[in-house]
């Protein structure tokens, strides 16, 4: 049977109709919103957009009148920028961190945003629906989480896996990349060195399998905590109101944070192992 679909303002509509929308969950799958020509535009995408703009009139905020000694919002943003490059100057050194510091900051600062962006209420309340048995029904949400939309983060970490190559060949050369992964280490020499190449050319072998497989490992994790994590709130919203949630919710901000923080150290540490030498470490 065809129902009618309605577009509400918010979840109180529903509310004057039952006391509550019924808890459907949030949906697997970013839904589209409209078109521009062929290419569709889904909730996920607006809120990104949003957050990408935030964070732009932020940084212009901040930096629009620069001050010797800094207050207010630059010296919040020079504060972010400079512990987020200690923190990489740690791992990747001096030189790998002024290559490489614009991907893993942004990476950090975007994902965040969004993460506590994603948190805030009617997120999962507004958009187009149905009433069934005297229950809103939302079957189609005008906002989603970035991060709650697996087609986000696997974009993050593909570009990431592009960077990564890019980075590792210039670090090494092609014939240094091939000789990292799959070349007998450890200063052999002789019979040893030729009993070894078989043994290092599958411990190369699984390193492939092991990198190819980051990108899914990646996105996966920031989308399964993200996705599980709104979903609980929406679930606990509906059935308990709107102030139980509030402890879940500083739950979730502290989540939204600590897997933006993985997100950047894990690509971190990959580019490190491949990229960063000791002779480099030593400078």
Same mark, same amino acid.
């Given at each position: 049977?065809?129902?009618? $679909? @309605?577009? +509400?303002?918010?979840?109180?509509? $529903? /509310?004057?109709?039952?006391?509550?929308?019924?808890?459907?969950?949030?949906?697997?799958?970013?839904?589209?919103?409209?078109?521009?020509?062929? @290419? $569709?535009?889904?909730?996920?995408?607006?809120?990104?957009?949003? #957050?990408?703009?935030?964070?732009?009139?932020?940084?212009?905020?901040?930096?629009?009148?620069?001050?010797?000694?800094?207050?207010?919002?630059?010296?919040?943003?020079?504060?972010?920028?400079?512990?987020?490059?200690?923190?990489?100057?740690?791992?990747?050194?001096?030189?790998?961190?002024?290559?490489?510091?614009?991907?893993?900051?942004?990476?950090?600062?975007?994902?965040?945003?969004?993460?506590? @962006?994603?948190? +805030?209420?009617?997120?999962?309340?507004?958009?187009?629906?149905?009433?069934?048995?005297?229950?809103? @029904?939302?079957?189609?949400?005008?906002?989603?989480? #970035?991060?709650?939309?697996?087609?986000?983060?696997?974009?993050?970490?593909?570009?990431?896996?592009?960077?990564?190559?890019?980075?590792?060949?210039?670090?090494?050369?092609?014939?240094?990349?091939?000789?990292?992964?799959?070349?007998?280490?450890?200063?052999?020499?002789?019979?040893?060195? #030729? +009993?070894?190449?078989?043994?290092?050319?599958?411990?190369?072998?699984?390193?492939?399998?092991?990198?190819?497989?980051?990108?899914? $490992?990646?996105?996966?994790?920031?989308?399964?905590?993200?996705?599980?994590?709104?979903?609980?709130? /929406?679930?606990?919203?509906?059935?308990?109101?709107?102030?139980?949630?509030?402890?879940?919710?500083?739950? /979730?901000?502290?989540?939204?944070?600590?897997?933006?923080?993985?997100?950047?150290?894990?690509?971190? #540490?990959?580019?490190?192992?491949?990229?960063?030498?000791? /002779?480099?470490?030593?400078?």
């Amino acid at each position: 049977m065809n129902l009618t $679909s @309605i577009m +509400l303002a918010s979840a109180a509509a $529903s /509310e004057h109709v039952t006391g509550h929308a019924s808890p459907s969950g949030l949906p697997m799958h970013a839904v589209e919103i409209f078109k521009i020509g062929s @290419i $569709s535009i889904t909730n996920s995408m607006i809120v990104s957009w949003a #957050v990408t703009l935030l964070l732009i009139l932020a940084a212009r905020a901040a930096t629009a009148n620069i001050q010797r000694v800094p207050s207010g919002f630059q010296n919040f943003f020079e504060w972010l920028v400079e512990s987020l490059y200690a923190l990489l100057e740690m791992f990747l050194g001096s030189h790998w961190t002024r290559k490489t510091f614009w991907f893993f900051a942004t990476v950090f600062i975007y994902i965040l945003a969004a993460n506590w @962006i994603g948190l +805030l209420p009617g997120f999962m309340s507004i958009g187009w629906g149905h009433i069934e048995n005297g229950h809103f @029904i939302l079957t189609k949400p005008l906002f989603r989480g #970035v991060n709650a939309d697996l087609n986000s983060t696997f974009a993050m970490a593909i570009t990431f896996f592009g960077l990564w190559l890019i980075w590792s060949f210039q670090a090494n050369g092609i014939g240094g990349f091939l000789h990292h992964i799959f070349g007998v280490k450890g200063g052999f020499k002789g019979i040893a060195f #030729v +009993l070894l190449i078989p043994v290092f050319l599958f411990a190369g072998v699984v390193e492939v399998v092991s990198i190819l497989i980051r990108p899914v $490992s990646l996105s996966f994790r920031l989308f399964g905590n993200i996705f599980g994590g709104e979903n609980l709130l /929406e679930q606990i919203y509906h059935m308990a109101g709107f102030l139980v949630p509030v402890p879940f919710m500083t739950l /979730e901000m502290l989540v939204g944070f600590v897997q933006a923080l993985v997100f950047m150290l894990l690509t971190t #540490v990959f580019t490190m192992t491949m990229c960063v030498h000791e /002779e480099e470490e030593a400078h």
